[in-house]
């Protein structure tokens, strides 16, 4: 065959194969696929691996949104592939880095079509696209696809209209087509005639698959008959050609290449890039979430957004050049957009204000890809959510994933009012485990946070984000109810304590061999930065966790919100954006 | 109480497992040291059974070989629905001593390749391969027109029975014997919803399916009670 099979589209599975919550086992050209549809209509077609220990994934489980490892129980998100969660690591947000080999995907004439690397469109096939396509049983071969497309044009059938009535009139079947991956054969019968399209998937250099599609579909009273007489005609065709190929010798087997996984891809941190803004974004919808809030629904302009999990963020690059950190509301493997809500804070410097009157729908923004400093674990059969106003953003993702996963969980949600509470959508489908908290005093609230976090399950973990104010008394109620520091998670806005950026000290590092002066009135980061040591940030006042490095030696001044009470004791990270050195000399691990 | 003379690697009994968790029957599972012991070949066990296989089991004195046999046993005995085991629907029955007989068929062809792999079988391994998808071929084929006629399981009722529970370890567990189910997609649909009947359980190599989604049925659903 002539052009390419690596470049050409190929039929791999037919939609009936793909019904919800199922994972199809595909080959095409010497290479397994798993193929899962999600609950959102989405066609997967993934590299048939756990990138892990290599177990195949079409013996995983497809839950709707992320499709499961059986072995150690990895996670992928639909649609981009990318790791959501490693149970081993419960705490950590995988690396954006681990992430299937995925396949173009395109549904057409009931068929699934992909191929390893294919140009243009699928083809299209004047005869189904005039009529009502009817797909036809598939039929695995085992033979070598040219040989089954040869024999395929010696095929007889009989037209829809007159099968089994007119035994004796001559069947007349010409061919009308064939190319390189099909042949299109007609039957005529007393003035009835049935057009049938053959696409012959190569599974392998010895392997095929018969994908027949006819231009018409029959009648309910006729569907029955004519799928079995097709059935009936090409499986005495296949057991021919099976024959005939046994014959012949066997061709060796094709091998695709697998991306070799290096080890240490589920070990090292991101790049490290700055303050980068790599995707644009859509302003696909905007709309009142609720009192104060808007809501911003982003869609990729191009390629799928990237992956994230419950608790990540985005920075957006305003029009105006502030940059803002939003947590992301929907859940992973949950439609392709990337939803944020935005409060309209009165003492905006400008930019909640500028999201809330300036841009509009259809608007392209300039987005950091996701990144998650707020990780939810999955291994919790009681998880604690507690949410201050706009600060339910993130605890909506995690939410949904533990309503999806089946695991247990509370939502306490304090705001000032029903009006004052957003993406009443969401709640709606959470309600069993939403509790509202309306409208209480700052003692009220902590009286309630008491009732909360007076009792706790062996395995329960916190996850609280709201004002600082309140996840101060939260953080400060869970300690005195017993709940230990690494069981309470938390993510402030911003940070409100007032940085003294008065000391001046010396930073080594020790991998860059370099040693530099922080003088007061700089910061770590920018020090490092203007030495052109590469560092990401988020937030640059102390709350994301971007930023962080381990000290060696020395002892840091945190002034940040993001590192917890015994993590600020060890002493062994720092937040460079806005923390400093008691002792005179820093050894950091960069 | 049921004593079922039980290995945990063992596909016929674990037939017995799945169907007294299904039908929710209480038993008394009693090892066997089947490998590498051969205790089910020892003098005192072809006592219980002469033939020196199991499962066996023994149903307060009422003691019944042959995994197939035992089937329909504790389907006609604990099944008050009568459904498993659908003696009063003479068409019905008809098809699933059909399908009971083809599960030997799959038994001694996919199960024996895989005993032949893990346990040190003497089998033609070729044959047992070639005959196996063979049998596939036309499972795949049945269950596909049955999914047509909005039909689940290898019967036509709309309710699942004894030999759905007879094939269906022998199928799932065929890639431990080098047979590939890449070939039949019905087949590989059906072992989903087969996961899903409630009370199904697990032994090492199957792996449980995940949920269906809620208010939806169709292929990959739930079967009603």
Excluded at chain 1, 3 to 17: E, L, M, N, V, Y
Aim: net charge negative; proline share 7%.
């Amino acid at each position: 065959m002539s052009p390419d099979p690596f470049t050409c589209w190929h039929p791999i599975a037919s939609t009936p194969d793909l019904p919800e919550r199922h994972v199809f086992h595909g080959q095409l050209l010497g290479r397994e696929l798993a193929v899962w549809r999600a609950d959102d209509g989405f066609v997967n077609v993934w590299e048939n691996r756990c990138l892990h220990r290599g177990v195949r994934l079409s013996i995983g489980i497809n839950d709707g949104r992320e499709l499961k490892c059986q072995y150690h129980g990895w996670r992928y998100s639909n649609r981009t592939a990318g790791c959501t969660y490693i149970p081993a690591h419960p705490a950590d947000a995988p690396a954006r880095t681990i992430c299937n080999r995925t396949f173009p995907a395109v549904e057409r004439y009931g068929l699934i079509w992909s191929g390893e690397d294919p140009t243009g469109d699928p083809p299209a096939v004047a005869v189904l696209d005039r009529g009502t396509p009817f797909g036809l049983r598939n039929l695995p071969v085992n033979a070598p696809p040219e040989l089954v497309l040869e024999r395929l044009a010696q095929y007889r059938f009989e037209p829809n209209g007159r099968l089994h009535y007119d035994d004796g009139e001559d069947v007349s079947v010409s061919v009308c087509h064939r190319d390189d991956w099909s042949v299109t054969l007609a039957s005529s019968q007393g003035g009835s005639t049935t057009t049938a399209v053959f696409f012959v998937q190569p599974v392998d250099s010895g392997r095929a698959v018969i994908r027949g599609v006819l231009d018409e579909t029959p009648g309910e009273d006729r569907r029955l008959i004519v799928l079995h007489h097709h059935n009936t005609g090409l499986i005495q065709l296949r057991d021919d050609i099976e024959a005939e190929a046994a014959r012949l010798p066997t061709p060796e087997p094709m091998v695709a290449s697998i991306d070799r996984v290096s080890v240490e891809l589920a070990e090292i941190p991101e790049a490290p890039a700055g303050r980068q803004a790599s995707l644009r974004v859509r302003v696909a919808r905007k709309w009142e979430a609720a009192d104060q809030i808007a809501g911003f629904e982003l869609e990729s302009i191009g390629a799928e957004l990237p992956t994230y999990q419950p608790g990540s963020h985005i920075d957006v690059h305003l029009p105006n050049g502030l940059i803002r950190q939003y947590s992301l509301t929907n859940e992973p493997g949950r439609g392709e957009t990337y939803r944020i809500g935005v409060k309209l804070e009165p003492d905006s410097r400008g930019g909640s204000r500028c999201l809330h009157e300036v841009v509009r729908e259809g608007d392209v923004l300039a987005i950091s890809e996701p990144r998650n400093n707020f990780p939810l674990r999955r291994d919790s059969l009681c998880t604690v959510l507690v949410a201050g106003g706009i600060g339910i953003t993130p605890l909506l993702a995690m939410a949904q994933t533990l309503q999806k996963d089946g695991l247990g969980y509370e939502l306490h949600y304090f705001a000032q009012s029903e009006q004052h509470m957003a993406f009443g959508d969401v709640l709606e489908r959470l309600r069993p485990s939403l509790v509202a908290h309306l409208g209480l005093s700052p003692d009220e609230t902590a009286r309630a946070l008491a009732e909360i976090l007076a009792h706790r399950g062996d395995a329960s973990h916190v996850y609280t984000c709201g004002p600082a104010p309140m996840l101060e008394t939260t953080r400060r109620i869970a300690a005195e109810a017993g709940w230990p520091d690494h069981t309470v998670h938390f993510e402030y806005f911003k940070n409100t304590t007032e940085i003294d950026d008065s000391s001046s000290f010396q930073i080594s590092l020790s991998r860059s061999a370099l040693t530099l002066g922080v003088a007061g009135g700089q910061t770590i980061l920018a020090v490092l930065r203007q030495n052109g040591v590469p560092m990401p940030s988020s937030c640059e006042q102390g709350a994301c966790g971007t930023c962080e490095v381990a000290v060696l030696e020395g002892e840091p001044d945190h002034q940040d919100v993001y590192l917890n009470d015994s993590e600020k004791e060890r002493g062994d990270r720092i937040m460079t954006c806005v923390s400093r050195a008691k002792s005179d000399r820093l050894v950091l691990d960069i | 109480m049921i004593k079922l003379y039980d290995y945990v690697l063992s596909v016929n009994c674990y037939k017995q497992r799945l169907m007294m968790s299904i039908l929710d029957v209480s038993y008394q599972s009693i090892p066997v040291d089947f490998y590498p012991g051969w205790e089910h070949k020892s003098k005192e066990f072809k006592k219980i059974n002469p033939l020196g296989h199991i499962p066996v089991i023994d149903d307060d004195g009422y003691v019944l070989r042959d995994a197939h046999a035992i089937l329909v046993y504790l389907a006609a005995k604990y099944d008050p629905t009568g459904r498993w085991y659908p003696v009063s629907d003479s068409e019905l029955i008809g098809e699933t001593a059909q399908w009971m007989l083809f599960a030997e068929g799959t038994t001694n062809t996919a199960s024996a390749a895989r005993l032949h792999v893990n346990l040190g079988y003497d089998f033609d391994i070729g044959a047992c391969r070639e005959s196996a998808h063979r049998l596939f071929r036309v499972l795949d084929d049945h269950l596909w027109f049955r999914e047509q006629q909005g039909r689940n399981w290898v019967c036509s009722g709309e309710h699942p029975t004894v030999a759905d529970i007879a094939i269906f370890p022998d199928v799932i567990l065929s890639e431990e014997g080098g047979i590939s189910r890449l070939d039949y997609p019905a087949l590989r649909r059906w072992t989903d919803r087969v996961k899903r009947i409630g009370g199904f359980t697990t032994m090492p190599g199957i792996f449980p399916a995940g949920p269906a989604r809620r208010g939806r049925s169709g292929n990959a659903g739930p079967i009603p009670d």
